[in-house]
């Protein structure tokens, strides 16, 4: 239900032509309800963000300089933009059909392999940062 309503006011802004400032507040309000979204909707995702309130300042605390705090908090906000792009993929492939399907199978087994690379790519960085 809230994709769809999402989906339906994006097509409403997109039809009424908005530009400029309007545009990007319209754009900002939209990204704000898929942040919730997937905050109320997506276990994952929540976790995750629990454990950014944890890693974000231990990143800024352990980090020596700016560029290793930047790697730090850089590779963990890569899992965060993953799985939210693993969670929109899951939306559009259950909004389809609930029936079992194997490109709808594949679709969602890449989808959680991003989430899964980025998990990996975070823990190299904070391995070579704090430890190498």
């Not at 300089?65 to 933009?81: P, Q, Y």
Request: with cysteine.
């Amino acid at each position: 239900m809230v994709l769809a309503n999402l989906t339906t006011r994006a097509i409403r802004v997109a039809k009424t032509g908005n530009t400029g400032i309007k545009r990007l507040i319209c754009a900002a309000g939209y990204s704000w309800a898929g942040l919730r979204a997937a905050f109320r909707h997506e276990e994952a995702f929540r976790q995750e963000v629990a454990l950014t309130v944890l890693l974000l300042p231990l990143a800024i605390w352990l980090g020596d300089t700016g560029l290793e705090r930047a790697l730090l908090i850089a590779s963990w906000v890569l899992v965060l933009l993953m799985e939210l792009g693993n969670s929109a993929i899951e939306a559009v492939v259950d909004r389809i059909s609930d029936e079992r399907h194997p490109l709808a199978g594949r679709a969602k087994d890449i989808g959680s392999a991003v989430v899964l690379i980025a998990l990996f790519n975070a823990a190299v960085v904070w391995g070579l940062v704090l430890f190498g």
